[in-house]
């Protein structure tokens, strides 16, 4: 997962990751394209649970045949544990994943790729007991 670098990406949201500029002052077109992570905020190691990730949770994306969210994956740090993967118009970008985290690094990262305004980023950090 590479994110953006300083230089000609940092204005191209089809380059890199994007990330709210501001996770407290989100703009809509942001808000509309961040990945929204649910899970608890603290779970014991190895044990399962559930993580559900919706895109457009805080202002409505659109979900056309014209534009729309192609898929949602899941990782911890930089492990891929999951993806699910939607069609515009017929299919809505809100999944349930049931993981369970063996490693100290708690961060889990949520990508979801819109198919006119490229890759975001959304991110919860989970306590391991």
């Known amino acids: ?16 990751i994007n990330k709210p500029k501001d996770i407290l002052q989100m703009t ?5 394209h961040i ?3 649910t899970a608890p905020d603290r779970v014991k190691k190895d044990q399962e649970f559930d993580v559900i990730i919706e895109v457009g949770k805080l202002f ?10 192609v898929w949602i994956e ?6 891929f544990l999951a993806r699910a ?3 515009g118009g017929m299919s809505f970008p809100r999944v349930t994943f049931t993981v369970k985290l063996s490693h100290a690094d708690g961060v889990l990262k949520a990508l979801a790729l819109c198919n ?11 306590e391991i007991d």
């Open 116 to 126: 006119l305004h490229g890759l975001w980023q959304g991110e919860k950090t989970i």
């Open 74 to 79: 899941l990782y911890n740090g930089d492990t």
């Open 35 to 37: 990945p929204v992570i």
């Open 60 to 69: 409505p994306h659109p979900n056309e045949p014209g534009h729309f969210i």
């Open 85 to 87: 993967s939607f069609y």
């Open 28 to 32: 809509d077109f942001e808000k509309k």
């Open 1 to 16: 997962m590479e994110e953006k670098k300083a230089g000609s990406c940092d204005k191209d949201i089809l380059c890199g």
